[in-house]
């Protein structure tokens, strides 16, 4: 209990708000080495539990808000016991706006149309947000850069600093190899992922393939079977594992003659993805507005 910013009162001494951080303008101020309250949206779900989680055990953030749909039965319950590290104080509500009184950043890993209805919310209160939402359609996309004209958003479908860092890498390698390689994107996800392939993967392939100069709707080649022919060297490759109880891998293949480099990702549970989110909590409390997303966090830009 010992690290709880009670949400009714954000005139606490701990309590730092973002327009605070900003003025400060120093990331090494005291102001800024202060806690930062966080509330965090869809605080019921897997991410959710796992944010909570990270935010809880990490110093110099806290856990001051938590926030859920209107007809999930966990209202009013200690987000700490949801989350299954006992009480810290904090119950589950369903209005964002009062959540965020007591605020200095929100994390919203939810759903697409709630999100967006959550970035109007944050503009209205001059609060950043992380947001961990996938699957944001154009329309939603454009409705956040509008909200990140006012307020700092980091926005990344991966949170993984490992991934992101992967990304880095890829480019790299691709514009350093450029045509003389073969490129092969492998994933393994477990059974219950519905869709193929991956996200991540898609993003490495446009990754690799805007290094190389390529449009990746018009050479991606998604498994094969059959009388293939020869390989196209310009293609890129993709092949898809599901099994088990596999979290998620990524192995990115550059093939040559006589020799083959292989960039692989390997996520053992959720909880990199909640440290990733922490990690952008920390860097976008102190930013001017903006759509920022995990390369600008990792300063990989
Ligand atoms: P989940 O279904 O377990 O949790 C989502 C939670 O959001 C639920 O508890 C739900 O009740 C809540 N919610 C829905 N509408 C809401 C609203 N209007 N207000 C408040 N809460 C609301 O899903 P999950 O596995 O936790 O994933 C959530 C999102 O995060 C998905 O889009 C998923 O793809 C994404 N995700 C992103 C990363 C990343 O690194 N960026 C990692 C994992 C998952």
């Known amino acids: 209990m010992g690290k709880i910013i009670d949400g009714s009162d954000p005139f606490s ?23 930062i309250p966080i509330t965090i949206v869809g605080a019921a779900g897997r991410m959710g539990r796992m944010l909570v989680q990270a ?32 009480e810290i104080g904090v119950r589950i509500e369903h209005s964002l706006d009062r959540a965020l009184a007591a605020a200095g950043v929100c994390i919203d890993f939810t759903l697409p149309a709630p999100t967006i209805e959550h970035a109007g919310t944050c503009r209205s209160r001059c609060c950043p947000m992380v947001i961990g939402t996938t699957g944001l359609s154009s329309d939603q996309l454009e409705a956040l850069e509008d909200a990140a004209r006012d307020i700092a958003v980091v926005h990344a479908p991966n949170m993984s600093v490992g991934v992101n860092l992967c990304f880095k890498l890829l480019d790299i390698a691709a514009r350093a190899l450029g045509d003389g390689v073969d490129v092969e994107i492998i994933e393994a996800h477990h059974r219950n992922k519905v869709d193929a392939p991956s996200g991540t993967a898609v993003r490495m392939g446009e990754i690799v393939a805007g290094a190389l100069g390529r449009d990746l709707a018009e050479c991606a ?17 993709f092949e898809t594992i599901r099994a088990g109880d596999v979290v998620g891998e990524h192995t990115v293949m550059f093939a040559g003659e006589g020799e083959r480099i292989e960039l692989t990702h390997r996520a053992a549970s959720r909880a990199n993805f909640a440290a990733g989110a922490v990690r952008a909590t920390r860097w976008v409390a102190h930013r001017p507005p903006g759509l920022y997303d995990m390369q600008d966090v990792l300063g990989l830009r």
Request: aromatic share 2%.
């Open 55 to 86: 935010v809880h055990a990490e110093a110099g953030v806290a856990v001051a808000g938590a926030v859920e749909r209107e007809d999930t039965p966990h209202l009013g319950a200690d987000v700490g016991t949801i989350a299954g590290i006992g």
């Open 13 to 35: 001494p701990e309590h730092v708000t973002h327009s605070a951080l900003l003025e400060s303008g120093n990331e090494e101020s005291p102001e800024v080495m202060n806690t």
């Open 221 to 237: 080649v998604y498994g094969r079977e059959g009388h293939t022919g020869i390989r196209d060297r310009k293609t890129i490759g």
